[in-house]
């Protein structure tokens, strides 16, 4: 098992701000590639952002210029920067690790990968 912490989710209007925290070991820093995803009620899981070993990164459409990734290899933590948040952006989002042997880049590797319990963010108009 891999242990992927999350944390940061809440309550938020549209237009508001958060900051979401996946805490991992060190290791898991230095060898995989990391990603967030998202579930919205009725709706399946879809990849919104995620980062390469190297730190090539990946945007879905939808929340291009409004999320950004950051690997931070000292704190061995990753975090999703959500702006301008709209309802839309509702749903638990996930943590996602995969070792870096199956990273192909994009969303695709993480579906056999490891991944957190989530945290819930909320977005009322």
């Known amino acids: 098992q891999v242990p992927l912490v999350e944390s940061g989710g809440g309550s938020v209007q549209s237009g508001g701000s958060l900051t979401l925290s996946c805490k991992a070991s060190?290791?898991?820093?230095?060898?995989?590639?990391m990603a967030w995803f998202r579930q919205a009620p009725g709706k399946e899981r879809e990849g919104v952002a995620a980062v390469e070993e190297y730190g090539a990164t990946t945007y879905a459409d939808s929340v291009k210029g409004r999320f950004k990734i950051v690997k931070d290899r000292v704190k061995n933590i990753l975090t999703l920067q959500i702006n301008n948040l709209n309802v839309d952006d509702t749903a638990k989002y996930y943590c996602a690790a995969r070792y870096r042997a199956h990273c192909t880049g994009g969303f695709g590797p993480y579906a056999d990968g490891h991944w957190g319990q989530g945290t819930q963010v909320t977005v009322s108009s």
């Open positions: 060190e290791y898991i820093f230095s060898t995989y590639c």
